[in-house]
């Protein structure tokens, strides 16, 4: 079975670090995976997804992942951090097991902490 | 295009009572799915409807279930509720389900259980 392992509840960078959130995957199959953030009160927007066409995937707002297999890790970086990346960062994937369905595990997310 | 709609946004129910949730997803998407939040679980899934069909469901209690209309607008129905039910409820929908597209969330339903 699929799960996702998201390294750290809370990372705190200054503005204009690096921001580098860790994710893992286990899945006996190639995954789909999905980084997700959530601002307060909101629901959940995309950032970019890996389905295997390329293992270096830009997503919006500045941020991008490397599907790493032998690591089993799916990373999400962003060079400079703006005050306006303060949000909780989810990693999930695909639960390919379960036939041609969108449903998503969820890692348990991490919150993004952005200092001036 | 509008995005996907909860409503309502915030309800505050008791123990022993029932609730309806609806969801209308993105003009055009037939694939609905509702995620549950909490601080301590995080994120699990509760259900995935396509065509009015129940095609995935998580592991919860026969006291959650769902339905979907031929307009593709959702609902879900948590019945005897518990303290435990409180909860950010999600919607997300998308065009036609998969294990690899996008799927766009709604801004949930909070749900109160006292």
């Known amino acids: 079975a699929q799960s996702v392992t998201q390294l750290g509840s809370h990372v705190s960078v200054s503005e204009g670090a690096l921001v580098l959130l860790r994710c893992n995957y286990s899945?006996?199959?190639?995954?789909?995976l999905f980084w997700y953030v959530q601002y307060p009160n909101q629901g959940l927007q995309l950032l970019l997804k890996?389905?295997?066409?390329?293992?270096l995937v830009k997503g919006i707002n500045g941020f991008e992942a490397e599907f790493k297999k032998s690591e089993t890790s799916f990373h999400l970086t962003k060079p400079s951090a703006h005050m306006s990346d303060a949000a909780e960062y989810f990693c999930a994937v695909s639960d390919n097991g379960s036939g041609n369905t969108g449903k998503l595990i969820f890692g348990q997310g991490t919150t993004l902490q952005v200092k001036p | 295009k509008a995005g996907v709609t909860q409503t309502p946004r915030y309800l505050i129910k008791t123990r022993g009572q029932q609730v309806t949730l609806s969801c209308s997803p993105i003009?055009?998407?037939?694939?609905v799915s509702w995620y549950q939040q909490t601080p301590g679980q995080g994120l699990q899934f509760l259900f995935e409807?396509?065509?009015?069909?129940?095609?995935n469901k998580g592991n919860f209690p026969g006291r959650f279930s769902g339905r979907q209309f031929s307009n593709s607008r959702s609902e879900m129905n948590v019945s005897t509720l518990e303290l435990g039910d409180s909860a950010l409820y999600l919607c997300?929908?998308?065009?036609?389900?998969?294990?690899?597209?996008?799927?766009?969330f709604g801004p949930g339903t909070r749900l109160t259980v006292l």
């Open positions: 409807y396509f065509s009015e069909t129940q095609r």
């Open positions: 899945s006996s199959v190639p995954p789909y």
């Open positions: 003009s055009g998407h037939r694939s």
């Open positions: 997300a929908s998308s065009f036609a389900g998969g294990p690899n597209v996008e799927q766009f």
């Open positions: 890996y389905t295997s066409a390329a293992t």
